[in-house]
């Protein structure tokens, strides 16, 4: 079998090869093709062979190019890539991996042998694949258990050590708003003595969302490696739910756990769960900070950059946050939404 590898982009592969192969595969690669170039590159691709295997990520990249956009410029969702690629393919076909975030297809119809072999190859033995479930399984007992006892003996960070550190400081919190992208606060949100952003939110550009971040708020495990890329000082867990929490964040002794009883104060105010940013805000608001900017913050009126959820399938109440929000900026004026077009 003869294997030959095409990257215009990198010298050694950067040779055109010529004809017809019986397959082509082709990994993390779309994402990366500004959507008016895709049709073409597509196109090109057909032209190799009938028989593609694509990988796709449906996220922001963690990193960013040298011109400060985001690595991945087209970020759409799994049927918006189905779509696009049965514009060039007679047929295409869903192939299901277990990395997050990512879709999978192919574009000749594949026998069940073959699925079981890409399952194996993808997820490891079917051993392994148990293994991996009853640790799976398992694992949520254990951080709620672990994370509950260390928090009675004081192992982690207190409210008391958040507000001392934000005492006296400017403080930008950066939610996750579509909208932001097309804003221009990049440097002003850097400029900030704090920046809270949450979860794994993308930084679309430098121009946009700055590159600072100084806290992480959420409720999703993060890795080392994500937190010392962003430059993470502190990690703050504002969720109920804490069967999440990995065993790096566990060991952290940096990491803020928010009670579960503030958690039921903002529940019977907003009359569901809050949002991350939401939690955020109200705890920023009881510190003796300088000043406050919101940056990202429209409700979800133009939904979330983190994903592809919509109205009916998020699980908070964004007209109620807005009413909170909104009495927060006329009553403290610290506050100050900053609103993109």
């Known amino acids: 079998m003869e294997v030959v590898s095409f990257d215009p982009y990198v010298p050694k592969f950067s040779v055109r090869p010529t004809g017809r192969f019986d397959i082509l595969v082709n990994t993390d690669v779309l994402e990366h093709i500004p959507e008016d170039q895709l049709d073409a590159a597509l196109g090109d691709m057909r032209s190799f062979s ?16 040298d011109d400060g956009m985001n ?12 779509e696009k690629i049965a514009g060039h393919f007679s047929y295409v076909e869903r192939v299901v991996l277990t990395a997050p975030d990512t879709c999978a297809f192919v574009t000749w119809r594949i026998s069940r042998a ?44 207190q409210e008391s050590d958040l507000m001392r550190d934000l005492a006296g400081k400017t403080v930008a919190v950066v939610g996750n708003a579509r909208s932001l992208s097309r804003a221009t606060y990049g440097q002003e949100i850097d400029a900030h003595d704090v920046v809270i952003r949450f979860n794994r939110a993308p930084i679309a550009s430098l ?25 993470v000082r502190r990690t703050l867990w504002v969720a109920p739910y804490r069967q999440y929490l990995s065993r790096r964040m566990l060991s952290d002794k940096s990491l803020f756990l928010d009670s579960i009883k503030n958690n039921q104060r903002l529940v019977k105010i907003l009359n569901r769960q809050p949002s991350s940013g939401l939690v955020v805000i109200d705890m920023v608001h009881r510190s003796n900070s300088k000043k406050i900017d919101l940056y990202g913050f429209d409700f979800f009126e ?37 609103l993109s077009e």
């Open 114 to 157: 073959a699925r079981r072999k890409l399952r194996k190859i993808d997820g490891g033995s079917l051993r392994t694949r148990k293994i991996r479930k009853l640790k799976a399984a398992l694992w949520p007992m254990t951080a709620v258990a672990v994370s509950t006892i260390k928090n009675c003996f004081g192992w982690y960070a």
């Open 71 to 82: 690595a991945h410029c087209t970020v759409r969702p799994e049927e918006w890539w189905r």
């Open 207 to 231: 121009r946009s969302h700055g590159s600072k971040t100084d806290w992480i708020a959420g409720g999703v495990p993060l890795d080392e490696e994500f937190l010392k890329r962003r430059g």
């Open 302 to 338: 133009s939904l979330s950059l983190s994903g592809f959820a919509t109205q009916d399938t998020n699980t908070h109440n964004f007209d109620s946050e807005r009413l909170f929000v909104a009495a927060l900026c006329k009553e403290d004026s610290r506050f100050h939404l900053h």
């Open 50 to 65: 009938d028989r593609c295997f694509f990988v796709i990520s449906t996220r922001y990249a963690d990193t960013l190019l």
